[in-house]
């Protein structure tokens, strides 16, 4: 599986800089030559607590994409302080896996239908 995240927003004191929420997809899917056929996106927000006094506070306008990276780590997994971004990962897998088990739809053709071109959905041309 393939997982890409999607930085999305953050909730913060404009006085102080200090964020409070980050919000951030994560889309899993599986790898194949269209990965975005069969894809699943989870939105997820976490709270980030703190203090503008705490040690290693960093500006707002300083804030990298690392630095979130690090909070999503820090304050993601509730019992691993390491570990948040894989702790969101297994959970979007695990509703993904859910999601392709329950589902009873498919998009395809009967197979008397004769399939031609590349992407195997296109029926030969009917004459009407």
Do not use: C
Not at 6 to 12: F, G, N, Q, S
Not at 19 to 43: R, Y
Not at 90 to 102: Q, R, V
């Amino acid at each position: 599986m393939i997982h890409e995240l999607v930085l999305k927003e953050t909730i913060r004191d404009t006085s102080t800089g200090l964020i409070s929420d980050l919000k951030f997809d994560i889309i899993t899917s599986v790898d194949t030559e269209n990965k975005w056929d069969t894809a699943w996106v989870g939105k997820y927000n976490i709270s980030t607590p703190g203090s503008v006094d705490d040690p290693g506070f960093i500006a707002y306008n300083s804030l990298t994409s690392d630095d979130l990276l690090g909070f999503i780590n820090k304050y993601g997994d509730p019992s691993d302080n390491t570990n948040g971004l894989a702790y969101h990962k297994t959970l979007n897998s695990a509703s993904f896996a859910a999601n392709i088990e329950s589902n009873q739809i498919t998009k395809d053709l009967p197979p008397n239908i004769n399939i031609s071109g590349d992407d195997n959905t296109s029926s030969d041309p009917i004459t009407i």
